[in-house]
């Protein structure tokens, strides 16, 4: 894998090394760092890089100041001259609110994300952690003549309403008989544009972290998938997002992580949540379809049972997930001591992205979407879960169609 830094502060080039270096990068040698655009457009002229972490605000020259622009001038002359031997994968990193306005329409337009440098939080480093391991993987799957075989495996927590939710969309499902395993498998297509996918379905065993766990792992490594997408229910936030509503994790973490320990003759909990990010390309798409008011829209009044009058919302957001159901006042407020913005709770979705994010090549990407059933709290009920697992199931739907019509 090789690797191209620029940026012009060094303590920052140096950090980011160390997260390229413990998230798989063989060696020292396979990370380049250049302090200004004319030395990249050097490099770029003599290697393909893997990877170009690019500054926003760098010197356009080896004496030059940082200018806003530095970064976005570059990106623009790697996308319009055929000089340069073009990255691979492209990331965008800085401190600036600013830089990023400037930088962000040319980043989009090259499917390419931005990452918010804070070295108060670790979200840059899981994200670009995460993109790393993503590269590696693929490095691995060329190398080994390993390939993906389905495009997509949507996986639920529950036969029913989840997996029925999934099912009852036309994509001609077909039971896989594979005698050896207990999980039982549908198979279909799916039309994005101009593409027939493959796509496969199943659910686990019963609900939380394990049972997910095994189950995506298994379905990784039968069927090879290039996204794995989870659909169902999950609690959300009252006051923040109202029932129906779809929630895509776009951070998960397991709210039992942690230490029980004495203090002041009390038994106290300390958490210490590992949050793990979506990726960022799917992140993409999801607020995609968050914005897409037109499309949620036609998602709703497509509910058969029964008339919805609420608007339908797409809210990519923070998920926790823990071992049991909770349906007591005040837990949310608990949640938010580990993440503030917290909106959904469920029992799966953390396990969907540890477990993809340790497979073996070719490793699938991971996305959690579900619908809000209930608030997790004494007035916890039933009366949404069906219509939550039917827009959970189309928004999936919807958001893979989005990303392989690309």
């Keep these: 894998m090789r690797i191209l830094i620029v940026d012009d502060d060094t303590a920052k080039a140096s950090a980011i090394s160390k997260v390229l270096l413990e998230a798989g990068v063989p060696t020292l040698d396979d990370i380049t760092h250049v302090t200004n655009s004319f030395d990249a457009a050097a490099e770029l002229r003599k290697t ?10 760098i010197p356009k020259t080896r004496l030059g100041e940082a200018e806003l622009d530095g970064g976005q001038s570059l ?28 930088s962000e329409a040319d980043f ?4 390419w994300s931005i990452l918010k440098y804070d070295t108060s939080s670790a979200d840059w480093i899981e994200q670009l952690s995460g993109k790393v391991r993503y590269i590696q993987s693929s490095i691995d799957a060329v190398a080994t003549g390993l390939d993906y075989d389905y495009d997509v495996a949507f996986v639920c927590a529950l036969a029913k309403p989840e997996l029925s939710a999934v099912l009852d969309h036309d994509c001609d499902w077909k039971v896989i008989d594979r005698r050896t395993d207990p999980t039982q498998y549908w198979s279909g297509t799916i039309r994005a544009g101009s593409k027939t996918l493959r796509v496969v379905a199943c659910h686990a065993a ?10 995506v792992a298994k379905v990784s490594s039968a069927f090879r998938p290039r996204i794995i997408v989870m659909t169902g229910i999950c609690a959300g936030r009252e006051g923040d ?21 004495h203090k002041d003759g009390e038994v106290r909990f300390a958490p210490d949540p590992v949050q793990i990010a979506l990726e960022p390309m799917l992140r993409k798409h999801a607020e995609a379809l968050s914005a897409n008011q037109e499309a949620l829209d036609a998602i709703r009044r497509g509910y058969k049972p029964q008339k919805i009058n609420s608007v339908l919302n797409v809210v990519v957001g923070a998920m926790a997930t823990g071992a049991a159901v909770r349906a007591d006042d005040g837990f949310f407020d608990e949640l938010a001591a580990a993440k503030r913005k917290v909106v959904a709770v469920d029992m799966e979705a953390y396990a969907v992205y540890a477990t993809t994010a340790e497979m073996v090549a070719p490793r699938a990407m991971a996305i959690v979407i579900k619908s809000v059933c209930d608030f997790a709290n004494s007035h916890k009920n039933d009366t949404y879960q069906d219509y939550a697992a039917y827009t959970s199931a189309a928004c999936g739907m919807e958001l893979v169609k989005a990303f392989f019509s690309e």
């Design 48 to 57: 393909q890089f893997d990877l170009l972490v690019l500054d926003l605000m």
């Design 75 to 102: 990106l623009r002359s790697i996308m319009a001259r055929g000089t340069f031997l073009r990255p691979k994968h492209i990331v965008g990193l800085t401190s600036f609110d600013d830089a990023r306005d400037q």
């Design 108 to 111: 989009n337009n090259g499917l």
């Design 206 to 215: 019963q609900m939380g972290m394990v049972a997910t766990a095994a189950v």
């Design 241 to 261: 997002i109202q029932l129906g509503d779809v929630v895509v994790a776009n951070i998960s973490w397991d709210y039992g992580n942690g230490k029980f320990h």
